[in-house]
């Protein structure tokens, strides 16, 4: 079987956020896609099977970190459309059907839902695992279960140093962190991180489903605009385009092919696909 490693929000190699992405006849049993993925230790791993004609999509896709399979992911999604490229694909998931749309010139843009925002109180843990002031709490819906936490400006999101192994400890995904940006003339309209230690993931370097959350919440806060692009400030680092489309977000970025191979491991039969 063919295993390739894209690098997703980016069009440099070494950047953005890596992702596996395996194309199978039919899915095997979860726990062989688990183990791949742990062997394969990137954030997440995409597997994926074409479905027959008159289906709801043309493929099926699931998505595995280190530990855990996962509702939504969108880097592995937009690493899928660049390995598959097509001018559109449709994906059926445990999200529902999404779908991927190339511009013709290297992007690709991802229809998502968009994640539910709900005021939360703060969880009394939480300030201190983060080492910052908090200035909002939501909790962003069952697709991602993440906590967004607003700090007080970029500065502080880029400085944060969070206590992982406590994070791994709490039930949500992930945590993720964002602020206003500082310049807003530096190409970028808001800033963000990402830790998922509950889900395998320390810090993911960009975070495509997160910023179902994130575009709501920043199209709310700058005036009702509907067009963003956010920055994900992780090591790595990548860019993010969005655009709020009601109950739909669209996601666009650039991807690139750093490593194609062979997996040689025969995947263990399911009964189930």
């Given at each position: ?21 395996v194309v199978l006849s039919e899915f095997p049993a979860a726990e062989w896609m688990q183990r791949v993925a742990a062997e394969v230790n990137l954030s ?142 530096g190409g970028y309209d808001f800033v963000s991180r990402f830790f998922g230690a509950a889900a395998g993931v320390g810090e993911d370097p960009v975070t495509g489903s997160a910023h179902t ?61």
């Amino acid at each position: 079987m063919r295993i390739q490693i894209v690098d997703a929000f980016t069009a440099e190699p070494f950047a953005g956020n890596p992702a596996g992405v395996v194309v199978l006849s039919e899915f095997p049993a979860a726990e062989w896609m688990q183990r791949v993925a742990a062997e394969v230790n990137l954030s997440e791993t995409a597997f994926l099977h074409p479905l027959t004609p008159g289906a709801d999509a043309d493929f099926a896709l699931r998505w595995f970190t280190p530990a855990v399979e996962v509702a939504l992911c969108g880097h592995a999604t937009l690493a899928t459309a660049h390995i598959l490229g097509r001018d559109k694909t449709s994906f059926a998931t445990l999200s529902g059907v999404l779908t991927a749309t190339s511009a013709g010139d290297g992007w690709y843009t991802l229809d998502f839902p968009t994640a539910p925002l709900t005021p939360v109180d703060a969880p009394p843990w939480l300030a201190g695992v983060l080492g910052a002031e908090i200035v909002s709490v939501h909790h962003t819906g069952p697709n991602t279960d993440d906590l967004l936490v607003e700090l007080r400006d970029e500065a502080t999101v880029r400085g944060l140093r969070p206590d992982l192994a406590s994070l791994a400890r709490r039930e949500n995904r992930g945590v993720v962190v964002t602020a206003r940006a500082a310049d807003r003339e530096g190409g970028y309209d808001f800033v963000s991180r990402f830790f998922g230690a509950a889900a395998g993931v320390g810090e993911d370097p960009v975070t495509g489903s997160a910023h179902t959350a994130l575009t709501p919440f920043w199209s709310a806060r700058l005036g009702g605009r509907t067009e963003l692009t956010g920055y994900q400030a992780s090591a790595r680092g990548g860019y993010v385009r969005v655009m709020l489309a009601g109950d739909r977000t669209h996601l666009t970025g650039q991807a690139v092919t750093v490593i194609d191979g062979e997996l040689r491991v025969q995947p263990v039969c399911s009964s189930t696909s």
